[in-house]
């Protein structure tokens, strides 16, 4: 049955804007004392400055210099990260899925926002819209067409269903010209968008 719309019914009063209803609810706990400012700061502060998608690429550059660590990590990257110290919010349960010359990975969450946090940091606008989040797995190979990479035919495009249980991170192929470098140089060539599938490692830009 069709919800009629009502303006004076008392959802209305809450701002239609995410950021404004999470901001009405931060000062709420705030203001009953349930919440410490200083922890919310420190929370925000972690994941905007220390923790990114450079943690991910770190990982993905070991792996391709390391054949021992990558199947380490393919195989049980929970206590490999463990190990790490990259654990944390929404960094329980990680599974690393290798791109490879017949598969290419691709991971969403098409409940809400599962992203593998203490690797990539906070998930971008896109990971959370509507549009990514249906259309990534009816039409996937189109919606990689839009983030600019072409899969060919003989290539098959798996999806991963990320939730408050598994989240994924792409192993993207390495480039070869990269191959033979440091780890640390290599890190560079590791997009965030390489680890979620929806791009593919690239030439730094201070190197081209
Ligand atoms: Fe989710």
């Known amino acids: 049955m069709p919800h009629d719309y009502d303006e004076n019914h008392v959802h209305n009063l809450l701002p239609a804007e995410p950021a404004l209803r999470v901001k009405a609810l931060e ?12 922890a919310v700061d420190a929370i925000i502060d972690e994941y905007e400055h220390r923790i990114g998608p450079h943690i991910g690429a770190k990982i993905v550059a070991r792996a391709w210099n390391d054949l021992v660590f990558k199947s380490m990590l393919l195989e049980d990257a929970e206590t490999v990260l463990r190990e790490e110290g990259h654990a944390g919010r929404q960094g329980e349960h ?84 990269s191959i033979g470098l440091p780890a640390p140089e290599l890190a560079k060539w590791v997009t965030r968008n390489s680890m979620i599938g929806t791009g593919l490692p690239q030439r730094p830009k201070d190197d081209q």
């Open 27 to 38: 000062t709420i706990l705030l203001e009953k004392g349930l919440l410490d400012q200083q």
């Open 94 to 177: 990680v599974v690393v899925v290798e791109n490879t010359n017949t598969v290419h990975n691709l991971v969403v969450c098409t409940l809400c926002s599962c992203y593998p946090w203490p690797l990539l940091g906070v998930p971008p606008a896109w990971y959370k819209s509507d549009a990514y989040r249906s259309r990534a797995v009816s039409e996937p190979r189109a919606v990689l067409s839009e983030f600019g990479i072409d899969i060919p035919k003989s290539r098959s495009v798996r999806v991963w269903d990320s939730t408050a249980e598994i989240r994924y991170l792409v192993l993207p192929i390495q480039p070869k010209e």
